[in-house]
């Protein structure tokens, strides 16, 4: 449930680094380019400590391995789709937010 400080924090670090190295703030382009990257990272950690909590005594994996039906495969694709837009999406804009505030920071 705190997944979204992993997509704030990884935009804001990300747009404070691409801003001390290139001197201005990243585009838009840039910034889902970046994002795209840090999704796939973001995803890859969600999953490994998806399955560790699932592995964990009363984790529920039991119950998700014997109940495995089409229907469960569909709705658990589409949550990764949906997941993976989010963070996408949302670490390309505190990219963009991160880049900005950090040039604004040394100048003012």
Same mark, same amino acid.
């Given at each position: 449930?705190?997944?979204? *400080?992993?997509? =704030?924090?990884?935009? =804001?670090?990300?747009? *404070?680094?691409?801003?001390?190295?290139?001197?201005?703030?990243?585009?838009?382009?840039?910034?889902?380019? *970046?994002?795209?990257?840090?999704?796939? #990272?973001? *995803?890859?950690? !969600? $999953?490994?400590? /998806?399955?560790?909590?699932?592995? %964990?005594?009363?984790?529920?994996?039991?119950?998700?391995? !014997?109940?495995?039906? =089409?229907? %469960?495969?569909? $709705?658990?694709? #589409?949550? %990764?789709?949906?997941?993976?837009?989010?963070?996408?999406?949302? $670490?390309?804009?505190?990219?963009? =937010?991160? !880049?900005? !505030?950090?040039?604004?920071? /040394?100048?003012?």
């Amino acid at each position: 449930s705190l997944s979204h *400080i992993v997509v =704030m924090g990884a935009g =804001m670090w990300a747009g *404070i680094y691409f801003a001390k190295r290139a001197g201005r703030p990243a585009e838009w382009r840039e910034c889902f380019r *970046i994002g795209a990257v840090l999704m796939v #990272v973001q *995803i890859a950690l !969600s $999953t490994v400590l /998806t399955f560790g909590f699932m592995l %964990l005594p009363g984790g529920g994996f039991d119950e998700v391995t !014997s109940n495995l039906s =089409m229907g %469960l495969l569909v $709705t658990l694709a #589409v949550l %990764l789709v949906v997941t993976s837009l989010i963070y996408w999406v949302g $670490t390309a804009a505190f990219l963009r =937010m991160g !880049s900005k !505030s950090a040039l604004k920071a /040394t100048k003012g």
